[in-house]
Every structure is written in structure tokens, then in C-alpha cells.
């Protein structure tokens, strides 16, 4: 079988018992259009290594545009997308922006994901 071959059943026969815990565990459409959105965030590579370096310590954009090797624009950018999705968050110290992650949850995500492709 070739690799993007996928395996479908020999005869037709659904299973209501399972579709009946399905359906009623199924979440509402708007939630999972939001958590659809949410995985986009993550489907850029600029964004995923902010948030390394956001792993390690809360940053300045200076901080950030050096450590990626980026301009702080191109930074600030990709840091606006990730802040709407609460994925991180900023504070103002004098003249300097911090950043760091909005919380652990982040992590998590992050961490599963890269567990799962190591597999």
C-alpha cells in the first residue's frame, strides 16, 4: 500500500453505541472554529521560535529582533498576532516593552507537539 493510501472499511456499518458518545462529547462549532484558529497561530515557524525564547525568559523586542536575527518591525509584528491569541502577553518598563508567555498552557501545547513528532 502506498504511503497515502488510507484504509477504509470492507462493508458499511455504523456503530451507534460509539457515535452516541461521539456526538454527545462533540464540542459546539464556534469552539472548535476558535481552537482551529488558535492551532493557525502556531503554524508559523517565526512565531514558534518567539515563543522559545519567550520559554527561557520575559524579552524586550530589542532582545527578541537580536536573538531571531530580525528587524524589531518584522518582531513586533508576529509578537501583536501572538498577544490577540493571549498566547503571550506585554508589559511597558520605561521606554522598553517586555514580553513573555501569557502562561503555562503554552508550554503544554508546545511540548506535546514537539513530543508527538519525535515519535
Known amino acids: 500500500?502506498?504511503?497515502?493510501?488510507?484504509?477504509?472499511?470492507?462493508?458499511y456499518c455504523v456503530h451507534a453505541d460509539k457515535l452516541k458518545v461521539v456526538n454527545e462529547n462533540m464540542p459546539e462549532e464556534d469552539e472548535m472554529y476558535d481552537l482551529a484558529e488558535l492551532f493557525k497561530i502556531f503554524g508559523d515557524s517565526t512565531r514558534i521560535r518567539i515563543l522559545f525564547v519567550l520559554f527561557e525568559s520575559e524579552v524586550c523586542v530589542c532582545d527578541l529582533a537580536e536573538a531571531l536575527n530580525m528587524n524589531q518591525s518584522a518582531v513586533s509584528h508576529q509578537l501583536r498576532i501572538l498577544k490577540q491569541a493571549k498566547l503571550v502577553t506585554g508589559r511597558r518598563e520605561g521606554k522598553s516593552v517586555f514580553y513573555s508567555l501569557a502562561d503555562d498552557h503554552v508550554r503544554t501545547i508546545i511540548a506535546a507537539g514537539r513530543e508527538h513528532i519525535e515519535e
Not at 500500500?1 to 462493508?11: L, R
Request: proline share 0%; hydrophobic share 35%.
Open 1 to 11: 500500500m502506498a504511503v497515502n493510501d488510507v484504509e477504509c472499511c470492507d462493508t
